[in-house]
C-alpha cells in the first residue's frame, strides 16, 4: 500500500469507494458539496459563529484538553440550519456508502455526530485517535460500526491544520502508534470531505497561521444499535425534528432499530410504538 490518501469524486461507483476504504481505512472525496450548497452553507454558518467563542468548557477535562481553546463549535446542527437537514445530513452519497460499509452490520444506520469545527490561528494538533474508541466496551475484532467525516468548508491545506491521516492504520495492531513519516495532510478544495473509518488513526492538524480559520463539519454515522455520541433526539427536539423530512428524522435517532426481521428485536421505541409515526401523527 502506498502512503497516501487516494481522491475520488462523490460519484464515484460505490464499490470503487468501499474497495478504498477497506484498503487505506480514508479517501478524499472531492465535490461532496457543490459550489452553490457550499457558499449557501458557509452564509448561514456565518452569524451562528460569529456567536460563538472558542474559550468554552466542556463536559470533562478530557474534552477540555482534546478540544482546547482555539476551536468554535456548533453542536445539534439540524436545529440550527436546515440547510445541513434537509441537504447534507441527507446527501446520497453517505446513504450509499453507509449501506455499504454499515449495512451488513445492522437494519438501519443514524447519525452519530454532526458539529462545525472551526479551528482557529494557534489550534494545537489533536491526539492521534481513533473515532470508534468513544465504544471502547466494544470487543474487538469487530465489524465496521462507523462511517465519518470531516467536510471541508474551506480549502484545507496542511498548515491550515488539514486532517492528518494515518493511510492503512485501520487494520494495524491497536497498540501500534503511527510516526510523524506515516501521516498524511487531507489537503483538499472546499466542498471535499475526507471520508474515513471510524478504526483509523487520524487527528486535526496543527493551525499554523496567524489569522486563519479552518472551518469544517464534521459529520459521522453509527450502526443503529449503539448510542450516538451526540444524543440527536434531545439536540433536535421532537418541535424542531417535527419540521425536517422524515429521512432526516430517522437519520437524528426517531425511528426505532427494527431488527425483527434479522430475528432480533427493536429499540428506541416510545410507548412500545416506532417515534417517527408519533412524530408524523403530531403525538411526541
Ligand atoms: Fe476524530
Not at 456567536?51 to 470533562?60: E, G, I, Q
Not at 481553546?69 to 446520497?92: D, H, M, W, Y
Not at 489550534?123 to 474508541?133: G, I, K
Not at 425483527?260 to 416506532?274: E, K
Request: hydrophobic residues 45%; charged residues 20%.
Amino acid at each position: 500500500m502506498e502512503l497516501r490518501v487516494p481522491r475520488l469524486i462523490s460519484s464515484v461507483a460505490t464499490e470503487t469507494l468501499a474497495e478504498a476504504l477497506c484498503e487505506y481505512g480514508a479517501v478524499i472525496v472531492e465535490e461532496m458539496l457543490g459550489a452553490d450548497l457550499l457558499a449557501r452553507f458557509n452564509a448561514e454558518l456565518d452569524p451562528l459563529l460569529a456567536k460563538v467563542s472558542p474559550d468554552r468548557a466542556y463536559l470533562n477535562p478530557a474534552i477540555d484538553y482534546f478540544y482546547g481553546k482555539r476551536v468554535r463549535q456548533i453542536t445539534g446542527v439540524a436545529a440550527k440550519s436546515r440547510i445541513f437537514a434537509e441537504e447534507i445530513l441527507c446527501n446520497p452519497f453517505y446513504a450509499a456508502a453507509c449501506d455499504r460499509i454499515l449495512g451488513p452490520s445492522c437494519s438501519g444506520y443514524q447519525l452519530n455526530v454532526a458539529q462545525v469545527m472551526d479551528r482557529g490561528p494557534g489550534a494545537e494538533q489533536q491526539p492521534l485517535h481513533r473515532d470508534e474508541d468513544v465504544w471502547v466496551h466494544l470487543p474487538r475484532p469487530h465489524p465496521e460500526v462507523q462511517l465519518a467525516s470531516v467536510i471541508a468548508l474551506v480549502d484545507f491545506r496542511a498548515e491550515l491544520g488539514a486532517t492528518l491521516v494515518a493511510p492503512g492504520s485501520h487494520l494495524w495492531e491497536r497498540e501500534r502508534k503511527a510516526r510523524p513519516e506515516e501521516l498524511v495532510a487531507a489537503e483538499m478544495p472546499a466542498g471535499s470531505a475526507v471520508v474515513y473509518l471510524g478504526s483509523t488513526l487520524h487527528a486535526g492538524g496543527r493551525n499554523t497561521t496567524s489569522d486563519e480559520w479552518r472551518r469544517a463539519m464534521h459529520m459521522s454515522f453509527v450502526v443503529g444499535w449503539l448510542r450516538t455520541e451526540e444524543n440527536n433526539t434531545l439536540s433536535v427536539p421532537p418541535d424542531i425534528a417535527a419540521g425536517l423530512p422524515r429521512r432526516s428524522q430517522e437519520l437524528l435517532g426517531y425511528a426505532v432499530h427494527d431488527a425483527i426481521s434479522h430475528g432480533g428485536g427493536y429499540l428506541g421505541a416510545v410507548d412500545l410504538l416506532d417515534p417517527v409515526e408519533l412524530l408524523a401523527a403530531g403525538k411526541l
